[in-house]
């Protein structure tokens, strides 16, 4: 099974609310979501899945690599096996994500969920075919547009680009039905949705 | 609560006697490197413990006839290409007639760390136990010190497992297998339970290690105890007089590991010696009698005394204490006295307080599901509540 259609577990809520939570973390490297990762979390004692961005991610403090910090030369021939092990060690991180919306039995609704996930609960990574469902309709930037506390507007536009990819052949329409989509909810904001269209389309 | 104005005086009581703790201390370090810069040869010093010994004490007992008492070893080498060290650590959930869930767990992690360039092998293994024969005595009360032991003999059969693992691997001779903490034994061996399974299968580990060529260490950092000390008291011209000359000391506050910090330089190494311990004659009569060293892992300003624990097997061979004093002196340099590989597995050993939790939360689930309900103890809830404030 490929890394696009397995089910990667990230962490557990570490603290929440109704607009996103943070997970505590500790994966190696190459399985840390990046910027614009779409996971869920289990709420309503998993009748509905919480559905969200990761907008930030941040390494903790960690005591034991703060003592190496100051020992341990990239270029020391003698430090080499303890550099690639700190590499591939599970690092304590934070992940913070933004809620977009929810599914429960009747599909997708985009809008704030009825409940944050509990503390602890194990949040997953979706798979490529419900990323392609979420975005499916433009109504998935909705919450993001109205929230003045995460980057927005790089997250909006990164993950259009990502997600009209997923629209194989229908990109161009996708990106359009995007753009008319943010034309309506920023026409009160024409310079915002400029800079928002440039991004789109790699500017800036 | 704590009301610190209330232990105001006990605190000056604490520091007053600490200072005149330090200043006997350094009056007896005194002395006690005159004992050891004069004393004669090895058989001579264990025919003294023979003769004058206190039954009741320990002395460390040099085991090479041909080495003076003050011979240090020095190694300034880096460890050679592709050397193996094998590291293991462990931790527990006790097991709390508070809880929902009546249980204890054991986990064991271990790295192998081999100089090539490439980064170490992690690995752990949990073991959940909770059949009444495990957490029960033969009295029916909960175990709390068989705990210890058994995770000590998990540690010891886990670093087997992962030394032939190590050396099935290619891993080239000599293959170091590390743990933190002692070697010998370190409860009373009198119980049933340790003569009838423990002690065995903690010999049978020793065994696999010595099957596998591996040469397994306990590292004992800050160690306590004066075995040394003890020995060089019945060095002294006044030893075994009723009193003592005004001028000369009888340490009693002085430990091995504070002598050997004004002893051994950083980097250097003593001489082996053994304890005659009644638990040291039961390794011995296994085939692994434990005989033990210190090292200075500090740097000049900052002494870290560790002791040394190894197999008599092992500790004949002059080529692998070389290179293990060249692995433990690289492993320490980069985390200020404490070797890497062995915080490393103590980290993946350890059970935090998050894992302790998701694992409680999961059992209760199953439970659940299963139409069991628990439910921790109303103290263990009041607990809860008042440590989070």
Redesign the interface.
Known sequence: MNRENRAIRIG?VLRADIRGFVV?SRIPEPEVPTFGTFVRAPIQQGQSQLIGLVYNISLQDDP?LR??AV??EEDN??????I??Q???AIPIEISVVAIGYRDSHGYRYGLPPQPPMI?KNITVCRTEEVKEITARPEWMRLLLENREVPADELIAHTIQRSAKLHAGEEQAYLLAAGRYLARQLVREPLRLETLLQRMAGGE | MLQLAELKDEITALKQAAVARQRRREVETEDALKWLADAPDAPTLRQLVKQQGDPGEQYALPVMDDVPLTQRFQELE?PPRETTVVAVDGSQIRPDRHAAILYYLLQVGGMI????????S?QSKSTLHFKPSELYDKEGLLITGQLGQRRTVAELEYLAQLTAQARAAGAPTPLLALTDGPLLWPYSGRSEEENRQLLPAYFTAFSDLQQSDGMPVGFVERPGGRPLVNLLRLTRPSAGKAANSAAESSPDQLTDRELMAHFLQPGERSIWFKRDSPMNQQHTRAGHAIWFSYLNIGTEHWPVIARLETPAWAAQHAAWVKILQQVLL?QA????GHP?VL??AH?LALVTH?DQ??LN?LLQQQLVAAGVVTHVSVKAAQKAYLGRK
């Open positions: 557990n505590a034991f003592h190496l020992t341990v021939p003698a430090h080499q096996e303890i690639a092990d590499r591939e060690r602890l | 880096q760390f081999r100089y090539n360039g490439r980064a170490p992690t690289h340099r980069v985390l200020h890497y915080a490393r980290e998050q939790a998701a939360n």
